[in-house]
């Protein structure tokens, strides 16, 4: 950093004192240079602030002030990183406050070598950790963690496999994403129990989280959660099923969790409509006759069609799946699935739609996106029901339903199965669709701030 630049930062600090002078002058590791910094005068991004923790006052700002410049942190193995990197501060074209957009992420932390990807805020107050849906990410609480931060500390997680964390090539499940939850909370909040709120893939993440973890935390938050409840579930999640044709939908609707297994471990390499098939003409046969047991030579024929078929399916899906996430991942199909779950599609703007772009350009994104969607995630139905998870919480964790109500994909039928199975949970609808945080985010932080500050 060139001593101009220095000096503008020390005596832009000047009026600061104790912690929040040190909080200002960490800014300059960070905020609006480069190598080839130039102190920062008007803002060519209206409002754009590097701040101390609860951005109390405006800092820095100029042409070129952008949090892209920000410096990345680096990790160390089994810490957060050593530099922290301040979410920074913006105001949008309608004048709301929100996290900017950054290319490179903010703070990373190493959890079974993996990089894991957050955004902290916040100075005091009891934590709230926010886990994000499928296919987005941390960025995706752009509105929700500047105003949740003046009351609270704020942590903002990315899922392994998505956002900025590591595309990493494991078996994904619910399990995986709740030791990872766990884990954060322990070693990066390290101030629990918490409040953890998830949104669609990542409100059955928190809810597993809390069923297995309850001793880290005092308080659920869904919104709009995801999962299946009794014996219903879709095929696929809705982000991944509303940008298929509709040939495509047949093709990942038959898909079974259990067929992405080893091939040899089942026979499932038929699909789900072809088994209710069988049923029914088998039901129908089996009116004029009685089936005979299968001889020795018969199991053996069937045991060598399921070794030669198995394989070939699972084949097929992999390539239907990775067509499926080509299609997907174009910015115009992205931007066409959020305006189809945004009743007021003023938020679905570039950035939200580049942080959804950025994350599946990494060469390992299709193959997770594979293994997410034929896993034990939740995605296609697979592992712990929620109504499984909610039995294991026994009616006692408090729990909120923040439910948008205009949701086409998970819509207020689903609050009312929960709030069913659980009669604790408090439950506020919101004329909202799918993503009610990013969409209308006032009246979200609102209702949280006020439902966690009672726990």
């Excluded at 990942?252 to 069988?278: C, E, N, V």
């Excluded at 689903?414 to 993503?435: L, T």
Aim: hydrophobic share 40%.
């Amino acid at each position: 950093m060139g001593p101009t630049v220095q000096t503008s930062v020390n005596r832009l600090c000047t009026p600061y004192l104790g912690s929040t002078r040190l909080a200002c002058l960490h800014a300059q590791v960070y905020a609006c240079h480069r190598l080839s910094a130039k102190p920062c005068g008007a803002a060519s991004r209206p409002h754009l602030r590097a701040m101390g923790s609860m951005w109390t006052k405006p800092v820095l700002s100029g042409p070129g002030c952008r949090a892209d410049t920000v410096k990345a942190a680096t990790v160390d193995a089994g810490s957060p990183s050593n530099t922290f990197v301040d979410p920074g501060l913006e105001t949008d074209i309608h004048g709301v406050d929100r996290v900017p957009y950054r290319d490179q992420g903010w703070n990373f932390w190493n959890w079974q070598n993996h990089r894991i990807h957050y955004v902290q805020a916040g100075s005091s107050g009891s934590p709230i950790v926010l886990v994000h849906g499928f296919g987005a990410s941390a960025y995706h609480w752009r509105y929700n963690i500047i105003e949740l931060a003046k009351k609270h500390r704020v942590f903002a997680v990315d899922l392994l496999g998505f956002g900025w964390s590591d595309k990493a090539l494991v078996d994904y499940s619910s399990n995986i994403w709740s030791d990872q939850i766990a884990a954060f909370i322990k070693e990066v909040v390290n101030d629990g129990p918490v409040v953890l709120a998830g949104n669609s893939l990542g409100g059955y993440n928190t809810l597993a989280t809390a069923a297995r973890y309850p001793e880290l935390v005092k308080g659920v938050v869904l919104l709009n959660g995801a999962g299946r409840i009794e014996d219903v579930q879709t095929a696929v999640e809705a982000p991944v099923a509303a940008g298929l044709s509709s040939s495509e939908k047949e093709v990942l609707a038959a898909i079974d969790p259990a067929d992405f297994s080893d091939a040899g471990h089942t026979a499932s390499g038929m699909t789900r409509q072809k088994s209710a098939s069988r049923s029914d003409s088998s039901s129908q046969s089996s009116a004029s006759q009685t089936a005979a047991p299968l001889t020795t030579s018969s199991k053996a024929q069937t045991s060598f069609v399921q070794q030669v078929l198995s394989p070939l399916a699972t084949i097929a899906k992999r390539v239907a799946v990775y067509g499926s996430f080509i299609l997907t991942k174009q910015p115009s199909r992205v931007k066409q699935v959020l305006q189809q779950v945004y009743i007021d599609k003023t938020n679905v703007d570039d950035d939200l739609v580049k942080s959804i772009i950025r994350a599946a350009e990494d060469p390992n994104a299709a193959e997770v996106f594979y293994r997410v969607i034929g896993g034990n995630s939740g995605v296609t139905g697979g592992g712990a029901s929620v109504n499984q998870l909610l039995n294991k919480l026994d009616n006692k964790m408090p729990m909120l339903l923040l439910w948008g109500d205009l949701d086409p994909w998970i819509g207020p039928g689903s609050a009312a199965r929960v709030k069913k199975y659980y009669p604790k949970a408090d439950r506020v609808g919101i004329q909202a669709g799918h993503c009610p945080h990013d969409e209308k985010p006032a009246e979200v932080d609102r209702i949280l701030v006020e439902w966690a500050d009672k726990l």
